[in-house]
């Protein structure tokens, strides 16, 4: 058959995802969360909800993290420096550099999320999306979006980060009420999930060299800067140990490539 | 003076959306391989590494009240149980939290 315009040949053989209208890919987004990615999000939040209680914070203050400020690793951050006292200035740096690299992620998926679109500039459905580019629903959209019918990848992405989102809602919910139900040790086996899922997951990305150096340098500085300065350990770990990290990351790419 | 805990969410929320935000923005007119986003990465990195490090070894809360090696020793658990079991995150993670109940249960927090 011949091509019935240069577009064709472009097009039609890259995406072979359809879903035949925008709603249906809404749910099929939907449904692809429903499962590993829901649960293993929801068993962290578990964790988060519980950690939330044995901090001191009220059920509605865990629940509102998630809402708002919906990225695990900044909510814990937050949630620390305020549990160890630190201050107002020092969380907002702290969350504000655990979550920095939201920036870079959103930068990267928009344009696939936008393509085939007319208007140059991002509407208020974007800026609205953007509240749910986090990092599980970042990995699956760059990983499959791509493939799809532009106009379908939107609301595939929103179809699957509303499902994890309001699973960890849920869950947030369900973490802090069972410390209230359940013996001691076992809330502490709870809040204690998530500092062992991030140490796993961090295992695996030693192996990757740009991250090798700012994971071992970062493991060494939090614990033994906090010693020193409790306030401004965690800071310093950041920006001091992130920066050395750099440098050593750029003299290796360097020497690699040379 | 304690400051509510309500600043630190609202603090968090904003600085967190800022980024998306600027995300959003910023696409299609910024490389997000630079070496300026590759900086913030490993800053990224660095601190959460320092913070999940002094989560284990340094905790606030009940968690703060039981030993060093409890903590350790289901660190230990969770990253031998993750290699023997071909890199399961969520077997490691779940051995290791078991451990952690069984010795403040038994031993005592």
């Known amino acids: 058959m011949e091509p019935q315009s240069p577009q064709d040949t472009q097009r039609s053989p890259t995406w072979t995802d359809d879903f035949g209208t925008p709603a249906g890919a809404g749910r099929a987004g939907a449904w692809a969360a429903v499962g590993a990615p829901a649960l293993v999000l929801g068993a962290s ?30 909510q814990i951050a937050l949630i620390e420096i305020f549990a160890a006292g630190g201050s107002l200035l020092a969380a907002a740096i702290a969350v504000g550099l655990a979550n920095a690299r939201l920036m870079p992620m959103v930068v990267t998926l928009m344009p696939i999320l936008r393509e085939g679109e007319a208007a140059p500039s991002p509407r208020l459905i974007h800026y609205l999306s953007a509240h749910f580019i986090a990092l599980t629903g970042w990995a699956i959209a760059m990983q499959r979006c791509p493939d799809m019918t532009p106009g379908q990848r939107l609301p595939f992405f929103l179809g699957f980060t509303l499902v994890i989102w309001f699973s960890t809602l849920f869950c947030t919910a369900l973490g802090f009420y069972l410390v209230e139900i359940l013996p001691p040790t076992v809330t502490l086996g709870l809040v204690f999930l998530n500092p062992l899922y991030f140490m796993l997951l961090f295992t695996i990305d030693i192996v990757r060299r740009d991250r090798r150096w700012a994971l071992l340098i970062g493991v060494v500085l939090g614990p033994v800067l906090h010693m020193i300065t409790p306030e401004w350990g965690l800071l310093i770990t950041g920006l001091g140990g992130g920066t050395l990290a750099f440098l050593i990351t750029q003299y290796d790419r360097r020497r690699g490539k040379s | 003076m304690t400051v509510s805990a309500w600043w630190f969410l609202l603090v968090g929320a904003l600085v967190t959306y800022g980024w998306r935000a600027a995300g959003v923005a910023l696409s299609g007119k910024i490389d997000p391989n630079s070496a300026l986003m590759r900086w913030v990465a490993c800053v990224a990195y660095a601190l959460l590494a320092g913070l999940i490090a002094r989560l284990i070894v340094a905790p606030q809360g009940a968690l703060g009240d039981t030993a060093l090696w409890m903590r350790l020793s289901s660190a230990g658990v969770a990253l031998l149980v993750y290699f023997i079991f071909r890199r399961s995150i969520v077997l490691g993670v779940t051995a290791g939290a078991l451990w952690l109940v069984a010795v403040t249960t038994l031993v005592g927090a």
């Open chain 1, 45 to 74: 939040y578990v964790g988060f909800g519980a950690f939330v209680h044995q901090s001191g914070l009220t059920f509605f203050q865990g629940v509102a993290s998630s809402i708002t400020g919906w990225a695990l690793p900044g």
